[in-house]
């Protein structure tokens, strides 16, 4: 189910619809208030929203820009990265730069303090509420963590304290994005497990794996448990193999919910 209106990415959700269709939206010019250096190829561009009704933990925004010789802005889906409490006036998106692309290595270069960029959402049923209160398992590689931290930073607001595991891919320690969050994060709240791999630095001490997500990994993370629901979010590889190996350990494939990016 293609569920972006950007044609060169795709994104599906597998099982149940967790939040309502949004209306459609208009463009605002979203003023950016910092601009957080994430990775070496990534950054964070916190935005200020002139209008927003709120946006659901794994929610995504599209931006606009104009590209020399193109007869209209090109369009990019990028995902909200901060949780929606406690202002959803400002949003974090978190940028990796595609080597080659038109749009992310300009968001990850040119943009500075005080810089507009032209936005419109939030969009997307990549979602979670932790209404149901079941633990969770959250699977991201490479940018594809920006959402999962959403959801991880909306159970902190929150004081969820609902079991979360969340499994993170980079192809070094120092390409992980919100790695000092997440780590602070976890000696603060018992509910919350991150394991990281590295596939590029096999001398990793702060990481657990040192190779790209597969079976046996995710088999050792939940070491005989059955996560209610899971969240995947990465390139497509990443996300069928962690789907597939799922689907063999008994999850239900309802509730394994998918959004595949580069
Ligand atoms: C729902 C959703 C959420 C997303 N969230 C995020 C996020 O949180 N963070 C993030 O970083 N990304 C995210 N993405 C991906 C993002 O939307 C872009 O696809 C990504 O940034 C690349 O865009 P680009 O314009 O830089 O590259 P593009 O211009 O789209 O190019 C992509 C690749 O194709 C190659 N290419 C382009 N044109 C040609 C050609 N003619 N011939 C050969 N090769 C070509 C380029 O060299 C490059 O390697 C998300 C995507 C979706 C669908």
Same mark, same amino acid.
């Given at each position: 189910m293609t569920l972006s209106s950007n044609p060169d990415s795709s994104t599906e959700s597998v099982g149940r619809v967790r939040s309502p269709r949004t209306p459609p939206q208009k463009w605002q010019s979203a003023v950016v208030l910092e601009v957080i250096k994430e990775a070496p190829d990534a950054v964070t561009l916190r935005l200020q929203l002139s209008e927003t009704s709120g946006f659901v933990a794994g929610q995504y925004y599209n931006v606009r820009l104009d590209v020399a010789g193109r007869p209209r802005p090109i369009q990019r889906s990028y995902s909200v990265?901060? %949780? +929606? /409490? +406690? #202002? +959803?006036f400002v949003i974090d998106l978190g940028i990796k730069e595609t080597p080659g692309g038109l749009i992310s290595p300009r968001l990850v270069r040119d943009f500075d303090l005080g810089s507009r960029l032209e936005v419109r959402g939030p969009t997307?049923?990549?979602?979670?509420?932790g209404d149901d209160r079941e633990p969770v398992l959250l699977v991201g590689a490479g940018s594809g963590v920006v959402p999962l931290m959403s959801m991880v930073r909306f159970a902190s607001a929150s004081g969820l304290e609902i079991p979360v595991t969340l499994v993170c891919s980079s192809i070094t320690y120092d390409h992980a994005f919100y790695r000092e969050e997440l780590a602070l994060l976890a000696t603060q709240h018992c509910w919350l497990r991150v394991v990281h791999s590295v596939t &590029? #630095? +096999? $001398?990793?001490? &702060? %990481? /657990?794996? $040192? &190779? &790209?997500?597969d079976a046996t990994m995710l088999s050792e993370v939940l070491n005989g448990t059955i996560p209610p629901h899971a969240y995947l979010c990465g390139p497509p590889a990443m996300v069928e193999t962690a789907a597939a190996a799922l689907n063999e350990f008994g999850v239900n494939p309802e509730r394994v919910y998918s959004e595949k990016y580069d």
């Open positions: 990265g901060s %949780a +929606p /409490l +406690p #202002d +959803p997307g049923r990549f979602t979670w509420t &590029r #630095d +096999p $001398h990793e001490t &702060r %990481a /657990l794996y $040192h &190779r &790209r997500i």
